[in-house]
């Protein structure tokens, strides 16, 4: 971690975004200041994050600029994402699908949401982050807007279920570019196809691959997959504390675990030999319904040891979920007021990266709280920081990230009592908003 930490930097966007080509050296230079404003404020709507009238006119003439695609946008990021894998022994690339509600907005080439009559576009990112939990970047990305139905009510277009393939194809490919890693791709259950394993075997699997299972598939002898899979005694049990989530409050979950290699047949690619891995919660609380984790792998786990990782790289996938927490409620984009889909898409390949800024704060403050402050805030964020909270600043030597973003995170809301534990993402987005504003106004008096 030491070699990556050292490419950090307290001017973030100007090195995530040094290798910026967009074919003109003003386009790179506004996408920077653009990113610079979103992440000043990233609650704010963009007339409010850009600095005065001008600042504003040209955020949205860049947006608007269809020499700009939002994949040129996002490939510096998607460079010093593979740049930060390299530095890990296994890396875990997370797949799942959000969608953007624009509902009401009169924006050109939005679709149908899951009913016909909710417009917006769908978001299918691959997130990368160690088993340890720490945001590397955003490695792959899809954006889509569906097709109406037609008079026989079929829908033209892509097929949606290609991008899981499609993804794994994608993490194969990057990780001949990532030699000292190896890379996992975890899904849920969207990810349960056949054809994907296959897909994965014909390529040699060049990544391993772990899905959550949806479907109790038949065996050739007529037994049903995870019945089989939890036909003997346990292998053994694993507790860990499940995170509040959608109103539910944090808690203590004990599993008791099975695994079994099996092999599952689907006609002329052949058969698959796959592990099953079943997590199933005893001692549940009353009136809690009890976790069970099924899931697939190509990954052999003949140990209990084994089959703990594959549950605690399941675990993780928790990330993504709060990665679009971010996005969606921490930089408000569905709140964009922008013309056309195209606008968005260039707009959210700029929000994807402040997203994950946000993320891989909160938990390097976690992971790593005696790392150097100035890694990752400028001195006057610093300064700001120690000022709003009304706390004296430390004259020998340099604050640490966790001390920084404690302070930070009490600008939006934490209160910071000893069982409250660390700050999540939601505080600090919303105080770095405030820190930033008083690092803006130390700079400008200091000028005066």
């Not at 037609?150 to 949606?160: C, F, H, L, S, Y």
């Not at 919660?281 to 209990?304: C, S, Y």
């Not at 430390?394 to 973003?405: I, K, Q, S």
């Not at 939006?412 to 000893?418: A, D, E, H, L, Q």
Request: hydrophobic share 40%.
């Amino acid at each position: 971690m030491g070699d990556a930490l050292a490419t950090e930097s307290k001017h973030w966007v100007a090195e995530e975004f040094a290798e910026m080509d967009l074919g003109d050296a003003r386009l790179n230079k506004r996408a920077r200041v653009v990113v610079e404003a979103f992440a000043a404020k990233p609650t704010a709507n963009i007339p409010i994050a850009c600095d005065g009238s001008t600042d504003m006119t040209a955020a949205y003439r860049f947006l608007d600029n269809d020499a700009v695609t939002w994949e040129g946008i996002m490939a510096p990021h998607w460079e010093r994402t593979v740049l930060r894998m390299n530095a890990h022994p296994v890396v875990l690339c997370l797949q799942d699908t959000t969608e953007l509600d624009f509902n009401g907005q009169k924006v050109r080439g939005l679709g149908p949401l899951n009913y016909e009559a909710r417009r917006g576009i769908y978001v299918h990112p691959s997130y990368a982050v160690t088993p340890q939990r720490e945001p590397l970047g955003v490695c792959d990305a899809w954006m889509w807007a569906r097709e109406e139905r037609d008079a026989n009510g079929v829908r033209g277009g892509q097929k949606e279920r290609a991008r899981w393939s499609e993804g794994y194809e994608r993490v194969a490919e990057m990780a001949a570019r990532v030699p000292s890693s190896r890379l996992v791709y975890v899904a849920d259950r969207e990810g349960d196809m056949l054809g994907l394993m296959q897909r994965a075997k014909a390529l040699g699997t060049p990544a391993d691959w772990l899905v959550r299972a949806k479907h109790n598939r038949c065996l050739p002898d007529g037994d049903k997959l995870w019945e089989r899979t939890c036909a003997g005694e346990p292998l053994g049990q694993i507790v860990f504390t499940m995170p509040s989530r959608h109103g539910i409050k944090e808690r203590k979950v004990r599993q008791e675990l099975w695994a079994a290699s099996i092999e599952l047949h689907a006609g002329k690619p052949g058969a698959v030999t796959v592990t099953c891995v079943i997590a199933r919660e005893i001692d549940a609380p009353k009136g809690t319904k009890p976790v069970e984790w099924r899931l697939l792998t190509n990954r052999a786990a003949p140990t209990l040891d084994d089959v703990i990782e594959l549950i605690d790289w399941y675990r993780a996938r928790w990330d993504i979920e709060m990665f679009f927490n971010v996005l969606k409620n921490g930089c408000k984009v569905e709140s964009m007021q922008l013309g056309s889909i195209e606008g968005i898409e260039r707009a959210l390949a700029l929000y994807m990266v402040v997203a994950w800024r946000i993320a891989h704060l909160m938990r390097l403050g976690r992971t790593c709280p005696k790392l150097d402050a100035s890694l990752f805030f400028s001195p006057d964020e610093i300064h700001g920081a120690y000022l709003l909270t009304n706390t004296k600043q430390p004259v020998d030597r340099m604050p640490t990230l966790n001390e920084v973003l404690r302070l930070v995170a009490r600008l939006g809301g934490f209160i910071g009592r000893k069982s409250d534990g660390e700050p999540g993402v939601e505080t600090i987005w919303l105080g770095l908003q405030e820190v930033r504003v008083s690092a803006a106004t130390i700079a400008a008096l200091r000028e005066r």
